[in-house]
T-cell receptor, first 114, second 108 residues
């Protein structure tokens, strides 16, 4: 089983709709992240969380909100989707241990807003 | 904030060839990672390498932190190496900043 899972994997929606993307992890990591990737670009940070009570805005948080329901779950919401939010969305965890510091990514959610 | 550049933006190789991908960053960093995004979109961590050199099979990476760059070497490339390679850095902040990536195509 995958350590970081995302649902749904693909979603097509219309402008103005509310959308929730969900992320779950079985790695036991405290730090979780949401990124978006646009064609030809790298990943940009939307929100991040260091634990259930610690949530922070990233580089491009406008139009998004998040909820950290538990250590293992971190959801991203688009309150009123717009076409320029069409992108590939990734959830990730981060773990620092034994001299390493690594991010682990989910498979991504491809979102299309019409 | 810190800026990350990668070169070349695109690279086409014949199977069996070697290649070097470069990542430049604008400030000192305490963390640098290389990722591979396969053609299906999955992101895989290749190296955690804030300094020094590491090797893993046909891949190796070197970071010269004092000169603010990192290199990813791919030897004897295979078609399965195709995809996009990202460099990501953390400059003592809380988060990673990703470069724009190098798109590699390995032809059979």
């Amino acid at each position: 089983d995958a350590d970081v899972t995302q649902t749904p994997r693909n979603r097509i929606t219309k402008t103005g709709k509310r959308i929730m993307l969900e992320c779950s992890q079985t790695k036991g990591h405290d730090r979780m992240y949401w990124y978006r990737q646009d064609p030809g670009l790298g990943l940009r940070l939307i929100y991040y969380s260091f634990d259930v009570k610690d949530i922070n805005k990233g580089e491009i948080s406008d139009g998004y909100s998040v909820s950290r329901q538990a250590q293992a779950k971190f959801s991203l919401s688009l309150e009123s989707a717009i076409p320029n939010q069409t992108a590939l969305y990734f959830c990730a965890t981060r773990h620092r241990f034994g001299g390493t510091d690594t991010q682990y990514f989910g498979p991504g959610t491809r979102l299309t807003v019409l | 904030g810190i800026q990350v550049e990668q070169s070349p933006p695109d690279l086409i190789l014949q199977e069996g060839a070697n290649s070097t991908l470069r990542c430049n960053f604008s400030d000192s960093v305490n963390n640098l990672q290389w990722f591979h995004q396969n053609p299906w979109g999955q992101l895989i961590n290749l190296f955690y390498i804030p300094s020094g050199t590491k090797q893993n099979g046909r891949l190796s990476a070197t970071t010269v932190a004092t000169e603010r760059y990192s290199l990813l070497y791919i030897s004897s490339s295979q078609t399965t190496d195709s995809g996009v390679y990202f460099c990501a850095v953390d400059n003592y902040g809380q988060n990673f900043v990703f470069g724009p990536g190098t798109r590699l195509s390995v032809l059979p």
